[in-house]
């Protein structure tokens, strides 16, 4: 019954024109702001799974590391038992160091990842190889997989170069010329490929076969920097995590793939708040049109409200049945919104209609994901600042003390 009378208060005509268009007015501003909410949180989530999906590509499930010291010691019957462990799927050992690349008078800061031929198995770094091909050579003759912006700083073109590359390397063994390329060890290197993950992957990274690596830097054969493990997804995840730290022990700790990014994660989980708590505030000054178009309804439906106490309506009865009016302008307003965002959303998805301006991203529009979660907290917030902005004017209507007159 409450509703019935809040429905008919909405829907029928008031004697002041500018009731209705303040009324309207607030419903527009709801559907605008949670519109607004929508698209940003859809757009947020695509960009965010992009990003997740390129570090899916390079980083690993697991990632094993000494729990002191920079070495990782891994016997032969250590690796055999993590490869028959069940939920294990596959494991990539890697060392890792930081080098000197020089092409002629190019040079540039690099980190030389060495792996074995288990890492396509572990991660998806081959297939973002833009030219050339994901070759690692042997140690006796290296090859180098190079990231865009090092083949671009060092002028290392993989496909028309006839001439190597000169890597340098720490030399552990040195203590004479520590910090100069005198105290490094240096080896020629053919470019075999250039790969595109992401601009910090770019930047920075080279890819070559472990062998080389620890030839290089005097490592013995059971010694890595760590161990990427692949799990199997249809698998308890955490069942499978456990069962590799006992089977490893106390010595080694274990990186998820969300611990290894730990800051990236946080970050981008802390910007989709801050994009909420802004939206949230201009969702309440907008619920100000709720206030005024309330409160001036107040006053247009005084006879009403005497004639609904005459017939018996305590104050809790009027001031609910004006809560609900202010109710349902925000729910009109925040079904429209939804309704038109998801409308945006879905023809971004399937036509793709805004582009992304510049040519160096990955996809040229803008991604898309919507996710329940994000409607449901869309719609309880716009709820609960419907009863904010509503309380004040219906709290004024239920203490309204008002006669009929003959």
């Known amino acids: ?6 429905w008919r208060y909405f829907r029928s005509e008031k004697s002041v024109n500018a009731i209705n268009i303040i009324s309207w007015i607030s419903v527009l501003a709801i559907a605008v702001v949670v519109a607004a909410l929508i698209i940003v949180f859809s757009v947020f989530n695509g960009f965010e799974d992009l990003v997740k999906g390129l570090y899916a590509d390079f980083y690993s499930d697991i990632r094993v590391l000494p729990t002191s010291g920079k070495v990782l010691r891994l016997s032969q019957s250590q690796i055999s038992q993590l490869n028959h462990l069940k939920g294990v799927t596959a494991i990539s050992l890697v060392t890792e160091e930081k080098a000197v690349l020089l092409n002629g008078e190019s040079q540039g800061i690099v980190t030389v990842k060495g792996v074995d031929s288990a890492q396509s198995l572990v991660t998806n770094i081959g297939k973002h190889v833009l030219r050339g091909k994901f070759a690692l050579g042997t ?55 250039t790969f595109m993950v992401q601009e910090e992957f770019d930047n920075k990274y080279v890819f070559t076969n472990i062998d080389f690596v620890k030839y290089m830097l005097d490592m013995k054969p059971d010694e890595y920097s760590f161990c990427e493990v692949k799990l199997d997804s249809t698998l308890n995840q955490e069942k499978i995590i456990k069962g590799l730290q006992q089977l490893l022990g106390n010595q080694y700790k274990l990186k998820t793939r969300y611990q290894q990014n730990q800051s990236l994660y946080s970050a981008m989980q802390i910007e989709k708040w801050v994009i909420y708590g802004v939206t949230c505030l201009i969702l309440m000054v907008a619920a100000f049109n709720i206030i005024g178009a309330l409160t001036m309804l107040v006053l247009e439906k005084q006879k009403d409200i005497a004639v609904l106490s005459a017939m018996g309506a305590n104050d809790g009865t009027i001031q609910q049945i004006f809560l609900l009016e202010g109710i349902l ?63 004040f004017p219906a709290k004024k209507a239920g203490k309204e003390k008002l006669e009929l007159k003959s």
Not at 1 to 6: E, G
Not at 162 to 177: G, Q, S
Not at 353 to 373: E, Q, T
């Open 139 to 193: 140690a006796e003759k290296p090859e180098i997989v190079v990231g865009v912006g090092i083949e671009s700083a060092v002028g290392a073109d993989v496909e028309r170069s006839i001439y190597p590359l000169t890597l340098y390397m720490p030399n552990r063994n040195e203590t004479d010329h520590l910090g100069s390329i005198e105290g490094m060890n240096s080896f020629q290197v053919n470019a075999s490929g």
């Open 329 to 391: 302008l925000s729910l009109i307003g925040g079904g429209i919104g939804i309704a038109f965002a998801t409308t945006i959303c879905f023809l971004q998805v399937k036509f793709h209609l805004i582009a992304l301006s510049g040519g160096s991203f990955l996809i040229n529009y803008y991604p898309v994901k919507m996710v329940l979660s994000d409607f449901v907290i869309v719609f309880i917030t716009v709820f609960i600042i419907a009863i904010l902005a509503s309380w």
């Open 1 to 6: 019954m409450k509703l019935l009378f809040a």
